[in-house]
């Protein structure tokens, strides 16, 4: 790259062009990071010549993500469900399918009552936070497994002014208490080990404990499943997010655990993504 300075629109086309291109919205992300602007400033000021300071903040960060780090990690942050979430190495990247679950809890459930929400593997604390962001009197409580994966999720929590979302470390339902929940969500590990996509893109940075388990990927939803029995109230809920060639496993997880009107909802792409069940008979959730 020349040292004389480059414009915002040159960048954009040098960067996303060529062997070595990425991602035009990476490359975006990125400049926009760089320049703390969003990205209607890129398009509004393309002639805008980065500082030298600039200019070798944004190369450094364009070295890594030609290595494969996952942008998030790269600017620290990940836009998610209009919140952004601070993102480090000790947790899953938030995806936009997983929002599939908080619209659904949305839709579903009544929005009028207090709808006590637990997030089992909250990693960021993506799901719970975005819940609590759209329902003031709803109860929500997230667990992770990982104390540093808890402490970023209560970070997030405090920079979004949602502590009233209570973050616990435990594994699965060990840090639920006592208290019964009316809907149980949760975005657990469910790659198998031997999946060869895990060798390839975002997920090789990605923490292993946050993507793969045992049984072919399903042996966390087989313990998540079973366990939500005993932590619903009556005509309770679970939603659980999976892999799209999941469907018929989960939904047969579901039925023998003793789930009722369980069904499975598509992604944006069309691709089954999250199973959702009732312990109880009612035809509408609560």
């Known amino acids: 790259m020349q040292d004389s300075p480059l414009s915002v629109a040159a960048l954009l086309d040098v960067y996303s062009r060529g062997e070595s291109a990425l991602d035009r919205l990476d490359v975006e992300v990125l400049l926009c990071d760089t320049l703390d602007k969003n990205r209607a400033f890129l398009y509004t000021w393309p002639d805008y010549c980065l500082q030298e300071e600039e200019a070798a903040r944004f190369r450094a960060m364009v070295s890594r993500r030609q290595a494969g780090e996952p942008v998030a990690y790269i600017t620290g942050y990940r836009e998610f469900w209009s919140l952004?979430?601070?993102?480090?190495?000790?947790?899953?990247?938030?995806?936009?399918?997983?929002?599939?679950?908080?619209?659904?809890?949305?839709?579903?459930?009544?929005?009028?009552?207090?709808?006590?929400?637990?997030?089992?593997?909250?990693?960021?604390?993506?799901?719970?936070?975005?819940i609590a962001s759209e329902r003031a009197n709803?109860?929500?409580?997230?667990?992770?497994?990982?104390?540093?994966?808890?402490?970023?999720?209560?970070?997030?929590?405090?920079?979004?002014?949602?502590?009233?979302v209570q973050f616990q470390q435990g594994s699965w339902y060990q840090a639920a208490g006592e208290e019964q929940y009316d809907l149980i969500v949760s975005n657990p590990p469910y790659i198998d080990p031997e999946d060869p996509h895990l060798q390839q893109g975002d997920v090789r940075y990605e923490p292993r404990s946050a993507l793969i388990a045992e049984n072919h990927g399903l042996a966390e939803i087989e313990e998540i499943t079973r366990g939500a029995i005993q932590h619903l109230d009556a005509n309770g809920w679970l939603a659980i997010e999976h892999g799209y060639d999941q469907q018929s496993c989960v939904q047969n997880i579901f039925t023998n655990a003793g789930f009722n009107q369980v069904r499975c909802l598509p992604d944006l792409a069309g691709l089954p993504r999250v199973t959702v069940g009732c312990i109880g008979k009612v035809e509408h959730a609560l």
């Open 84 to 130: 952004s979430l601070a993102c480090d190495a000790s947790t899953l990247i938030p995806r936009p399918e997983t929002e599939l679950i908080v619209e659904w809890a949305l839709q579903n459930m009544n929005s009028a009552t207090t709808c006590r929400v637990l997030d089992l593997g909250c990693g960021t604390g993506a799901i719970a936070l975005a």
């Open 138 to 164: 709803w109860r929500v409580r997230g667990t992770d497994f990982s104390p540093q994966a808890v402490a970023l999720a209560q970070r997030n929590a405090e920079r979004l002014d949602l502590q009233r």
